[in-house]
């Protein structure tokens, strides 16, 4: 299929890991990024997995092939795409790339909705997140705060990497 594009897709509540399970059946291109985090229950501590954004799953599609969009939003817990002025909202490549890539190499990070001051935008300059830009939120000596930001979600990631590896793009 051409013109694929990513965009977001709004689930119930807690069901993100089924709706990606459903729309896999259905050879759907999805990606749901996930947080490994540890819960404490009164007799033991347990590693879960939890979607990094509460309700929100990428899929890819061309949304002009409307049975494959509709087959989409027919999936069991799926609500909505997220648009603007009634289109799905394409959410760009390089968004959910550097998505894929903080997930897989284990950086701390969080979901975060509040607004953000205006501070520094930096670029990651060496390692696997290479290429990556961001805006510093806060600064240490030996950490820096990155928080990346996903358009479409309306949403930003905060990642704390070590401060030599970002360099200001001023």
Do not use: C
């Amino acid at each position: 299929m051409e013109g694929k594009q990513w965009f977001a897709l709004y689930t119930r509540s807690r069901h993100e890991k089924r709706v990606r399970d459903l729309l896999e059946e259905l050879d759907v291109e999805v990606y749901l990024p996930l947080v490994t985090s540890y819960r404490r229950y009164s007799d033991r501590m347990k590693k879960v997995q939890t979607p990094l954004f509460s309700s929100y799953l990428f899929v890819r599609t061309n949304p002009a092939y409307f049975h494959h969009y509709t087959a989409i939003l027919n999936a069991p817990g799926a609500v909505r795409f997220i648009t603007f002025e009634g289109q799905p909202v394409p959410v760009p490549d390089h968004q959910v790339e550097a998505l894929k890539r903080l997930t897989a190499e284990g950086y701390e990070i969080q979901a975060i909705d509040k607004p953000l001051k205006p501070g520094t935008p930096v670029e990651i300059m060496q390692g696997p997140l290479k290429g990556i830009r961001g805006e510093v939120i806060q600064a240490g000596k030996t950490n820096s705060i990155l928080i990346i930001r996903i358009d479409a979600l309306d949403k930003n990631l905060q990642v704390k990497i070590p401060a030599g590896l970002v360099e200001s793009t001023n």
